[in-house]
């Protein structure tokens, strides 16, 4: 792999993971037309990583505010007298039993697909491509039914339930891990600013999940790619994932997610016909 190459990939994740278009799908697209073949698992997750790393510092108030709450949670301190503070901590504890739920769904759903990403073809990818398509037109139309935003939202535990089902889903090729998630959020009428802030702090633990089971291979990565295409990799997918995080957010809280499937559907077509 060329460094070149590495840019391109790391640039197409960065639009991919935030956009609901299937990073994943993208990354096995670009691969098969590059020529890339037995590119390590691990290159593509150092590429989410760097992603991961634009969720943190997009949501860093969120997240801090999060782990204040955690903090508080297990030190057993009471709720806040206030009753705006109280009802903005009922929230967070709310939101963290909901992103540890989230996360042990989407890891059981994790190891089962992982076993069938390998003997999947790209005709399967283009499939995905129409389903994330259908989720997305399917998401938009309940939206504009639910619109209305609470003052402290918090996903309960039933919904993190699907929406957990949702992330695993995700996991597939061609199907967009945020795409399935917000769209799950929105069903179970989750407020699309919520829905979009959760989808992607609730990717948090599954991407560092995901590392850590593929860190063995770090070695393979350095010897069969280079540094300088993981380097250059990290970086265009770190910098085009700042800025598609920020357009897909304004997307969401205008419920136009639906605008995707005009590009989806006909890529899944070709995937299915040419590839």
């Known amino acids: 792999m060329s460094t070149l190459q590495g840019l391109l990939l790391g640039a197409l994740q960065g639009v991919a993971e935030f956009l609901p278009i299937s990073s994943s799908g993208h990354l096995a697209l670009a691969q098969a037309l590059f020529g890339l073949e037995d590119v390590p698992l691990l290159y593509d997750v150092l590429l989410h990583l760097a992603t991961l790393l634009a969720v943190v510092l997009f949501f860093w108030k969120q997240i ?85 935003e609470e003052e402290y939202p918090s996903v309960s535990v039933k919904q993190s339930l699907l929406i957990g089902v949702m992330q695993g889903f995700g996991t597939l090729p061609g199907i967009s891990r945020s795409g399935s998630t917000i769209a799950g959020a929105l069903f179970v009428k989750v407020d699309r600013k919520l829905a979009g802030e959760f989808s992607f702090i609730a990717s948090i633990p599954a991407i560092l999940g995901a590392f850590i089971l593929e860190a063995k291979d770090l070695g393979e990565v350095s010897s069969s790619i280079g540094a300088g295409p993981v380097i250059a990799g990290c970086a265009a997918a770190f910098i085009t994932g700042w800025f598609s995080l920020a357009f897909l957010m304004k997307l969401i809280r205008k419920g136009r997610l639906e605008w995707f499937s005009a590009y989806l559907i006909p890529l899944g077509i070709a995937t299915i016909i040419f590839m």
């Open 64 to 148: 801090w505010n999060l782990i204040l709450v955690f903090c508080r949670l297990i030190t057993r301190k009471p709720l806040p007298e206030d009753t705006a503070l109280a009802s903005s901590e009922k929230a967070g504890r709310a939101n963290i039993l909901a992103v540890i739920i989230v996360t042990v769904i989407t890891g059981v759903l994790g190891v089962v697909t992982s076993k069938l990403i390998p003997e999947m073809s790209l005709k399967v990818t283009g499939a995905g491509f129409l389903v994330t398509s259908a989720l997305l037109i399917a998401s938009s139309l309940i939206s504009r039914k639910t619109n209305a």
